[in-house]
């Protein structure tokens, strides 16, 4: 069973600042950031600059974002079509690129960011 429609924004509040204070962790910070990354990006239609943690796969240059549950989240609307400018921390330092949303034939979302 799938779930749809927008996520309750007090839980989503919640988590985002556990992952958060999870990336910052003397203890386990080092080993969360090589999975969990912060991106930032501007909102087409708002022109309000946000920023939300993501679960990443990186390879050279190439960032692969897969969406959870793509249909009951909004960001990656920012990046369909032609994409646009996004950036993401990644090795402790700051990176800025282009990234590409794409949806396949079963639904699933990738957010494809190409680093510059």
């Keep these: 069973m799938g779930f749809s429609g927008p996520l309750p924004q007090a839980a989503v509040k919640r988590v985002n600042a556990c992952v958060g204070k999870a990336r910052q962790s003397p203890r386990w910070g080092h080993l969360v950031r090589r999975r969990l990354t912060v991106v930032t990006y501007t909102g087409r239609r708002s ?7 993501v679960a990443y796969r990186r390879t050279g240059d ?15 609307r ?18 800025s690129g282009h990234a590409v949303a794409r949806r396949d ?5 990738t957010v494809t960011v190409h680093l510059t």
Excluded at 62 to 76: C, E, L, R, Y
Excluded at 105 to 109: A, F, L
């Design 62 to 76: 190439v960032v692969t974002i897969g969406v959870q549950m793509p249909d009951a989240k909004s960001w990656w």
């Design 78 to 95: 920012n990046f369909s079509g032609d994409g646009g400018p996004i950036s993401l921390e990644v090795d402790d330092v700051e990176r």
């Design 47 to 53: 022109g309000r600059t946000f920023s939300i943690p």
């Design 105 to 109: 034939e079963k639904g699933r979302v």
